[in-house]
Structure formats: structure tokens, C-alpha cells
């Protein structure tokens, strides 16, 4: 079955770095796109940045362009998310998500927590 599972969340000072990692299983990970979500305590979930199959193509939300980057392996079947410049604004329960034949799968979730 479809798996995601995130990894690389932690706590870290204004201004520093993260990288964020989604090791996917169970699918064709080469055919789909990946996104990179985020929720906030007492917000909704938003999108953050996404990838397309191939890579060639990437979108951001405007509160991270500059800032964070996304990035796949397609032979290790993994996405990425480099966080740079990070600020308390960014501190959130981050999810890696496929959207397979119309099903959107999730990973648990790994915190990121920015202190000013």
C-alpha cells in the first residue's frame, strides 16, 4: 500500500536551516507529483511547495519562494525539502502528500519548530 513517512523536522533558531525528508512506498513514485504541506496550530493546512514527476516543474507558496526549495530522487524514491532562512511563522506539523489514481495519501507529519 501507498506509504509515506517524513523525517527531519526539529527545532531550530531563526534565521537557520532544516532539511525535510519523505521516503515514499507502494506506488510508482517516478509518475506522480509530490507535495509538501504544512498546518499550524490553529490554522488550516496549506500547501507549500509541489513537484512534478519529473522534477522539472515546481511551485511554492509566496510566504516560502526564496526561501525553501524542493527537490526528489526518483531512484531512491524520496522528496525533499530544504528549508533556509527559516522563521517562527514556518513552525508547523509538516506532511509529505501523492495524490495516487485520485487518492490523496499523507505522511504522519513532522514538526517544525522555529524560535525567535
Known amino acids: 500500500q501507498v506509504q509515506l513517512v517524513e523525517s527531519g523536522g526539529g527545532l531550530v533558531q531563526a534565521g537557520g536551516s532544516l532539511r525535510l525528508s519523505c521516503a515514499a512506498s507502494?506506488?510508482?513514485?517516478?509518475?506522480?507529483?509530490m507535495t509538501w504541506f504544512r498546518q499550524a496550530p490553529g490554522k488550516e493546512r496549506e500547501l507549500v511547495a509541489s513537484?512534478?514527476?519529473?522534477?522539472?516543474?515546481?511551485i511554492y507558496a509566496d510566504s516560502v519562494k526564496g526561501r525553501f526549495i524542493i527537490s526528489r530522487d526518483n531512484d531512491k524514491m524520496t522528496v525533499s525539502l530544504q528549508m533556509n532562512s527559516l522563521k517562527p511563522e514556518d513552525t508547523a506539523l509538516y506532511y509529505c502528500?501523492?495524490?495516487?489514481?485520485?487518492?490523496?495519501?499523507w505522511g504522519q507529519g513532522t514538526q517544525v519548530t522555529v524560535s525567535s
Open positions: 513537484i512534478s514527476s519529473t522534477g522539472s516543474v515546481t
Open positions: 502528500n501523492a495524490q495516487v489514481f485520485s487518492v490523496a495519501y
Open positions: 507502494g506506488f510508482t513514485f517516478s509518475t506522480y507529483a
